[in-house]
């Protein structure tokens, strides 16, 4: 079947507008794109849907990249929204039997560079613990124990403010955590970590629980209630102003802190899995990617031939 492309373009459109109901910047964005493909199609006099190859839209995503006389480069994000219409375009049209297949079929927009988690050198991480909570106060101790916690398992904040009293087991030194899609994990509770709960649990949970509410939550707010995920971000943020640690630090720094310190330890990237409560090993992988950039700056400053004088 021959069908003119521009027509062909603008019956997607309308399918987006009318069937699919698309809001009105979307609907532009997906103009703007595939105007430009359209452009491009007739720069190499395609006018046949079914006459496009796999060849011709590799090339619209190659100059998409490098640019033309008429457009600059696209950045990763942009060409990726880009192909993502005109994978749209010919899915429809091969729905709506225009084209006998899906030249796109095998083409995938491109991927961001992974971006590399930040942690914290030791030394900071030792200092924003020493720096947590206002020295003398009830909540001190809690807000070394939380830290202590996140620092030393790893947990996400959100699993840190889930723990009941029942997922502690101080004895065996290990706590129970509810992770994503109620996944449970065991993890152990380095001496820090144990002592800093052992602290708190004894003296100011007790102050701070209520009666009223019987929590079980472990960490506990002002008002005896459950200690709710922005405030534990709040305890972290003052703590790292506290000790003047001049970059920004979440709940996941930490996190990040715990596996990248484990695996410049020696630990093997599956433990780690296992610890992060990772479905996947290729997930925890991109921390293995941090310890290689600081072996490459440890051999560049310390070979007496990394580099030419």
């Given amino acids: 079947m021959s069908e003119d492309v521009a ?9 987006l507008g009318v069937e699919r109901g698309l809001a009105d910047n979307t609907l532009q964005s997906y103009r703007r794109d595939l105007r430009r493909y359209l452009a491009f199609l007739g720069s190499r006099e395609l006018t ?8 011709d839209v590799t090339a619209f995503l190659g100059e ?6 008429d457009h600059v480069a696209l950045g990763t ?8 219409a005109v994978r749209g375009l010919h899915r429809f049209w091969l729905r709506e039997q225009v084209v006998p297949t899906d030249v ?3 083409i995938r927009p491109p991927r961001p ?14 200092s ?3 720096a947590a909570g206002s020295p003398g106060t009830t909540l001190a101790a809690r807000d070394r124990a939380l830290l202590e916690v996140l620092y030393g398992t790893g947990a996400r904040i959100s699993e840190a403010v889930g723990l009941d009293i029942d997922d502690l087991d101080l004895e065996d030194s290990t706590v129970l955590l509810r992770g994503k899609g109620g996944k449970q994990r065991i993890v152990p509770l380095g001496s820090y970590a144990k002592a800093s709960l052992a602290d708190y649990l004894a003296v100011s949970r007790p102050a701070l629980v209520s009666s ?8 506990l707010n002002a008002r005896g209630g459950r200690l709710s995920r922005q405030s534990a971000w709040t305890v972290l943020t003052k703590a790292a102003e506290r000790a003047g640690i001049g970059v920004e630090v979440s709940p996941h720094t930490l996190r990040h802190s715990f596996a990248t310190h484990l695996l410049d330890g020696g630990a093997d990237v599956r433990v780690v899995q296992e610890l992060l409560g990772h479905a996947s090993v290729t997930t925890t992988q991109i921390y293995t990617l941090v310890t290689v950039e600081k072996l490459r700056e440890i051999y560049a400053t310390a070979h007496p031939r990394a580099a030419r004088q």
């Fill in 7 to 15: 027509r062909g373009v603008q019956d997607y459109l309308s399918h």
């Fill in 104 to 106: 796109t079929a095998a």
């Fill in 64 to 69: 998409l990249r490098t640019g033309d006389p």
């Fill in 48 to 55: 046949d849907p079914a006459a496009i190859t796999e060849n």
């Fill in 128 to 130: 924003l613990l020493d």
């Fill in 77 to 84: 994000a942009s060409a990726a929204r880009t192909i993502v």
């Fill in 212 to 219: 009223r509410t019987g929590t079980p939550a472990v960490f």
């Fill in 113 to 126: 560079a992974a971006r590399l988690p930040k942690a914290l050198p030791l030394s900071d991480i030792e």
